[in-house]
């Protein structure tokens, strides 16, 4: 591909999120998460590791804002922890806590950094979780409050709200496969819990109307699901796992109603009033994306190679390796940077003209040892270089990308992998606690600061 030059006000950053990185996950009055329960669970992460320690971003946050202007970010996307400003997911506000974020936020403006604020990445409050958690029909307003909090505080200094942050990955690893905390099995649970991430994302947007003065959106796991064969079953399964995964929060929002192949999913366990087009209460009724959305983020990694599996509940199908000579990150993902392409045209050609954001988009490679002060984690580069390029030509095509976010800033926390996995442009090491930027980093630097790849 010839070099493109990305438009002048595009916004370069890195993507964190709290658990991850923060550590000290009850200092100075913060209340427990399901994360930090679930970490603390026996079996449930690799090694027995948890979000104690992870990257000390709490006590070290000036320096990781420092080096995120060293390596001429423009922008920053983190994630609040909501028991660190309501300890108990309600009520009465934890300063101290506040203060934290405030502190952070102050300081990236300071140096030109365009903060971009998740209000949620997978971490309840545990006490919400004890009331039932997105099982609760509370729940959206539950948000909807703690969402109000951060507005009044910091919404003079954030210009970009993302209110949710994966909601299939809350909804099914988490509460179906019981993969990631709260680590329930409940098929019957999941479309209620979908449903109330929904609603609350709504709560939120509405309560940011109100008072709000810039703009708010969601984050949503994406990927183009392709058949593992021209058999017609495996056709079918992509399909299905193409409204699964890409249309089960999107067309709601968008569109006004739930995917067809919801009720087919789930059989007996969808709920007879979703089959309501629209659903009761109404989201969007086509067109009016500004009612439920200013933007929407894509969190893309991989394609999905599809097989049916009529054992393998309650999608009938399941994700294949791709073939061996495939290029694949030591998460098993298949490297397909034509998918990220892929995926920004689709939301174009499905949904019309949305304001997009890549809110996360890299790769866990095993990187090798320091030579010569040099980590070069040249996987890690081609990566990134591949995917801009697909994200250059989304944008050729008319795409309304505004900016990329790459995962992660740091070696972090990897939810139920523990430390084994590392997806830094920046490596951490696991005594000290010292960052020592990758090859990966400063390359992405050269990109930012000459503005075309």
């Known amino acids: 591909m010839s070099s493109y030059h990305f438009p002048a006000n595009f916004l370069w950053g890195a993507a964190t999120s709290a658990y991850q990185i923060e550590g000290d996950p009850l200092a ?15 079996g449930r992460v690799a090694n027995g590791d948890t979000g104690d320690r992870a990257c000390g971003h709490y006590r070290r946050w000036a320096e990781d804002v420092a080096l995120l202007a060293e390596l001429g970010m423009t922008a920053y996307r983190f994630s609040v922890a909501w028991g660190r400003v309501l300890p108990d997911g309600r ?30 990445h997978w971490d309840l409050p545990a006490a919400l979780q004890d009331r ?3 099982r609760n029909p509370d729940s959206p307003a539950w948000f909807a409050d703690y969402a109000q909090v951060l507005f009044e505080a910091l919404d003079d200094r954030v210009p970009l709200w993302v209110t949710i942050n994966e909601p299939w990955v809350v909804t099914i690893p988490g509460h179906v496969d019981g993969e990631l905390a709260p680590g329930l099995r409940d098929l019957g649970a999941a479309p209620r819990v979908a449903h109330h991430l929904l609603l609350a994302h709504l709560a939120a947007v509405a309560a940011y109307r109100a008072s709000g003065r810039h703009q708010i959106g969601i984050a949503v796991n994406l990927e183009p699901q392709h058949p593992a064969s021209a058999a017609l079953a495996d056709q079918l399964a992509a399909q299905r796992r193409d409204a699964f995964i890409n249309r089960w929060f999107l067309d709601p929002l968008l569109l006004g109603s739930y995917p067809s192949e919801m009720a087919e999913i789930f059989g007996a366990a969808w709920p007879e009033e979703f089959m309501l087009n629209p659903p009761n209460p109404p989201f969007s009724k086509g067109g009016e994306m500004s009612l439920t959305t200013d933007f929407i983020g894509v969190n893309y990694y991989s394609r999905g190679l599809v097989q049916a599996e009529p054992t393998v509940r309650p999608l009938g199908a399941r994700r294949v390796s791709p073939a061996a000579e495939v290029p694949i990150t030591t998460m098993g993902w298949e490297v397909y940077p034509a998918g990220l392409t892929a995926t920004l045209l689709w939301l174009r050609e499905r949904y019309g003209a949305l304001p997009l954001y890549i ?29 801009l390029h697909a994200a250059a030509l989304a944008l050729e095509q008319g795409v309304d990308l505004r900016g990329y976010f790459a995962w992660s800033l740091l070696d972090n926390f990897e939810w139920a992998h523990g430390y084994a996995q590392r997806f830094g442009l920046v490596q951490v090491d696991p005594l000290t606690l010292a960052r020592t930027p990758k090859r990966s980093a400063s390359v992405y630097r050269d990109v930012i600061r000459r503005g075309w790849i």
């Open 359 to 387: 809110t996360e988009n890299g790769a866990a490679f095993s990187d090798p040892p320091a030579a010569h002060g040099v980590i070069d984690d040249a996987q890690r580069v081609d990566y990134l270089h591949s995917h």
């Open 91 to 120: 009520g009465a506000v934890n300063q101290r806590g506040l203060d934290f974020y405030r502190r952070l936020v102050d300081a990236l403006v300071e140096r030109g950094i365009t903060p971009m604020l998740t209000l949620y």
């Open 132 to 134: 039932g958690g997105w």
């Open 28 to 42: 100075d009055g913060a209340g427990a998460s399901i994360w930090h329960r679930f970490a603390h669970t026996l």
